[in-house]
């Protein structure tokens, strides 16, 4: 298998960078592994051991965003999704002078094999780097850096890898040469003693996101509620989420039927119709689980359902009333035609023309057209215009007569 973003030896392994002091957290212990064991035990540094009292470096990693503990209690770091956390190893000593003594020195391992890391003997030359990794399907890989020290410099902060999520176990082993005596460049009676900095870290995305992607274009889902050739769930970038999906489907009468609730499996494809809802949750943080619901289908009227707040009910009530649903799922509502329209408004017309022409009749005097351009009156109008003038002019003076001859009787009487 592919070893993650592990940086090939020889090229990038041992770049040296300066890493930022903000944000690092310092890995390792260093315990001494007894003589001839395989680097298996795990003994406290004592003042019998020329290691007494100093550190040959140490290990630590940065561009994490918090840290916590997995369900074994294991260390782990949090990090950002698509984002890399590297790892640096600080050698604090120079390997042919150690603890600034001259007797004291990095020796060659010709024999070296490790049994925590069921390592083949082989020659580890002056430390062998470790590094066992296992990713989201518990497989396992490892790899074995040799002569780890000889390629790196004092004082300066090397990479190491690029972490991605999974876990890591990480040593560092080494002997110590310790050669107090020496006559003429030969040495005398030297002795040896095995170390070990060993450490075990987990590394997890902090998001809480899968990505659904359309079944036959591979192209994401973001946007859209619909996806009419299926999905599939890709965690490439988060492979730790634990995924939940549902699916439902709606029969004629609008009778809703769960059809199924479980674990979501990697790499399958969800084709079927019916509305999915995908559920995920991070079991490393406390954020709320992320919810995303798909129809797969191609009918308008569920589409229209999943980008509307209306019923199935409902909108099967539109559309008997001659509503329309497009591919898209937007509703169309009925409307009047132009034709109606237009009929409506030349009636309006009609009626409020005869209306006006009725009220002209009662209050104008008929006009005729006479063949010669003259124009005549009406005879029977002009009669009743002119008796309504008269009329009280008569009345006026009959009154007037009656009061004379009242007058006139009274004073023939009185003579």
Excluded at 83 to 100: A, K, R, S, V
Excluded at 141 to 155: A, H
Excluded at 260 to 279: L, M, Q, R, S, W
Excluded at 366 to 373: A, K, V
Aim: hydrophobic share 35%; with cysteine; charged share 25%.
């Amino acid at each position: 298998m592919k070893y993650p973003a592990l940086l090939a030896a020889g090229i990038l392994l041992f770049s040296e960078i300066t890493a930022s002091a903000e944000n690092q957290y310092q890995l390792g212990k260093t315990v001494s592994t007894g003589k001839n064991t395989g680097y298996s035990e795990s003994l406290a540094v004592t003042s019998k051991d020329p290691h007494y009292g100093w550190e040959l470096g140490e290990f630590f990693v940065s561009d994490y965003t918090r840290t916590s503990t997995d369900e074994k209690g294991r260390l782990l770091f949090l990090k950002n999704a698509g984002e890399q956390m590297p790892l640096f190893f600080h050698l604090e000593q120079m390997i042919d002078q150690l603890n600034g003594s001259t007797a004291l020195s990095i020796a060659d391992d010709w024999e070296g094999y490790d049994e925590i890391f069921q390592v083949q003997k082989q020659a580890f030359g002056r430390g062998a780097l470790l590094i066992r990794y296992t990713d989201y399907q518990n497989q396992t890989d490892t790899q074995v850096f040799t002569d780890y020290l000889s390629s790196v410099e004092t004082g300066t902060d090397s990479e190491v890898l690029l972490c991605e999520e999974g876990d890591y176990e990480i040593a560092l082993d080494y002997q110590i040469k310790n050669n107090p005596y020496q006559i003429g460049g030969f040495d005398i009676l030297p002795t040896y003693t095995s170390y070990s900095i060993r450490f075990a870290f987990s590394v997890r995305n902090g998001n809480t996101a899968a990505f659904l992607e359309d079944a036959e274009t591979g192209e994401p889902l973001t946007d859209t509620v619909f996806a009419e050739n299926g999905f599939y769930i890709n965690t490439e970038k988060s492979h730790y989420l634990d995924i939940d999906i549902q699916r439902e489907v709606f029969s004629g009468n609008d009778f809703h039927s769960e059809v199924f609730k479980n674990p979501a499996k990697e790499g399958e494809v969800y084709t079927e119709d019916g509305i999915y809802t995908v559920t995920v949750r991070n079991p490393y943080t406390a954020s709320e689980p992320a919810v995303k619901t798909l129809y797969v289908g191609s009918e308008p009227i569920l589409k229209a359902y999943m980008i509307s707040d209306y019923s199935l009910a409902e909108l099967r009530e539109f559309v008997a009333q001659g509503a329309e649903i497009d591919s898209d799922g937007n509703i169309i509502m009925p409307t009047e035609t132009e034709s109606e329209t237009e009929t409506e408004t030349e009636t309006e017309t009609e009626t409020e023309t005869m209306q006006e022409s009725e009220t002209e009749t009662e209050t104008l005097p008929e006009l005729t057209e006479m063949p010669s351009g003259t124009v005549q009156i009406n005879e029977s109008v002009t009669e009743q215009t002119g008796i309504k003038k008269t009329l009280p002019i008569i009345i006026g003076i009959g009154a007037g007569l009656v009061l004379l001859a009242v007058i006139a009787v009274k004073f023939f009487m009185h003579e």
